[in-house]
């Protein structure tokens, strides 16, 4: 089945994101960042564009900030690049990023990884509700700039604004 993988900082709203767009809970959600330590696949079934379509959604674990050894963060790092390097059913990798966030070294590592390796993948701006409305377009648009790619989307789990645009993106990128 085709693949959507969501990647991202800790605590950026990635379980959110994955229940939001699914309509129902099935990642676990909480208030201390790191909770998700393995690769988990979740077979989500819903309407995109009037038909119903089928995929797995990957919630992979979140970097930047955990309270793990560095080795286990390390394994971790290998765990995300074995699974995604060749990976013929990924069909796009969404980026869960906190847009009230700077981007730093880490993005743009992770930025680079992701080109370097021919993942076709799209900007989630997530928590796009706590700022506001001009404020938010403005840093879509420098986003935009940034990665020179028009597939940047403003989203919120909170109020759901962004939810069907993106689920329409994910209808055409798995085709």
């Not at 759901?160 to 055409?172: C, N, T, V």
Request: proline share 2%.
């Amino acid at each position: 089945m085709p693949e959507i993988c969501f990647v991202g900082r800790s605590n950026v709203g990635k379980s959110s994101l994955l229940n939001t767009l699914a309509s129902r809970k099935i990642a676990r959600t909480g208030s201390t960042p790191g909770a998700t330590r393995l690769i988990n696949l979740y077979n989500v079934r819903c309407e995109w564009e009037g038909r119903k379509r089928e995929a797995i959604f990957s919630d992979f674990p979140g970097f930047g900030y955990s309270k793990v050894s560095k080795g286990i963060y390390q394994n971790w790092q290998a765990m995300v690049e074995g699974y995604m390097k060749d990976n013929e059913w990924i069909r796009r990798v969404l980026w869960a990023f906190d847009i009230r966030r700077a981007f730093d070294g880490l993005d743009q590592m992770l930025l680079e990884w992701l080109k370097g390796n021919g993942l076709a993948f799209s900007l989630v701006l997530t928590k796009a509700d706590k700022e506001g409305r001009g404020w938010a377009l403005q840093t879509r648009q420098a986003f935009q700039q940034r990665l020179g790619s028009d597939d940047v989307f403003l989203f919120s789990s909170k109020d759901g604004s962004g939810r069907q645009e993106l689920l329409a993106h994910i209808a055409r990128s798995i085709g």
